[in-house]
């Protein structure tokens, strides 16, 4: 497995949303199967890189170097905005010799601290798949695969009293931010419509008991009664340009 950021074949530290690197584009390359991420959104925080796992099958008699490069793009196709700080790929599996059609197994890197990016950008990307050609060349093709880049959301939980009283009034509060890319931080996330989910003991999955509404600074509060010990979590289920996520559990015994 190889790890290396490139462009136009010279090896450089990071290229984020930037523009295609320059080359004569040539034909004679297919590309299909394309996958990105399992189609799931492509969910970035504030300091974490993330890894995001593509494939692809290359179809070409042509002599090439390298591996492909699968990556988001938006703009004109061959000189538009790219976003990935380094890509990722393992030697191709052979499928047809006679017919050049090879399989490649391929990562996308992204740091939110590296890479230029700002909350405008989230929001649907299309996708690139790129090979370069032995001689210099390069062939470049849009996959028709649209991807969603989202900023990331995270959630805490608070349920007081600890223990209750069976039948009496239990407190659920908690916050709900997200990434702010301009700002490498976490803000508090206003007027989110967020569930708030039990898991009785012993059981193996959460329900929904109620929804509230974050305030200003993305504060969650409400009340429910307390009928049976367990597990209390709030969770949100994101938007356009932003992620999915639950908070941990709180358990909450009750006497």
């Known amino acids: 497995m190889w790890r290396a950021a490139v462009a136009g074949g010279a090896a450089i530290v990071f290229t984020g949303l930037t523009a295609v690197p320059a080359g004569a584009a040539e034909g004679g390359v297919s590309f299909t ?7 799931q959104p492509i969910v970035i925080g504030v300091k974490e890189e993330v890894e995001i796992p593509a494939s692809v099958r290359m179809t070409t008699k042509l002599k090439f170097k390298g591996a492909p490069m699968v990556y988001p793009y938006r703009g004109k196709l061959g ?12 030697d191709p599996e052979v499928v047809d010799p006679a017919k050049g059609i090879y399989d490649f197994s391929l990562a996308i890197y992204i ?26 060349g390069h062939d470049v093709d849009d996959e028709n695969l649209p991807l969603q880049v989202k900023r990331a959301t995270r959630l805490t939980v608070n349920a007081s009293p600890e223990p209750v009283t069976k039948g009496k009034t239990l407190t659920v ?7 702010n890319w301009d700002k490498h931080t976490y803000q508090g996330y206003a007027g989110r419509t967020v569930s708030l989910q039990f898991k009785p003991a012993g059981a193996s999955s959460y329900k929904t008991v109620k929804k509230a509404t974050s305030n200003s600074k993305g504060a ?26 639950s908070s941990g559990g709180d358990h909450v015994a009750v006497k």
Request: glycine fraction near 16%.
């Open 111 to 136: 740091h939110p601290r590296h890479a230029d990016l700002e909350n405008k950008d989230a929001g649907t990307w299309k996708t690139c798949a790129r090979i370069s050609l032995a001689g210099g």
């Open 79 to 90: 000189n538009g905005d790219e976003l990935w700080s380094a890509l990722g790929g393992g």
């Open 33 to 39: 199967r394309v996958k990105v991420n399992g189609g």
């Open 220 to 245: 969650l509060k409400t009340t429910v009664k307390a009928t049976e010990p367990g597990t209390w979590r709030w969770t949100y289920y994101g938007n356009s340009t932003s992620g999915a996520r």
């Open 173 to 179: 509060t908690g916050t709900v931010t997200r990434a």
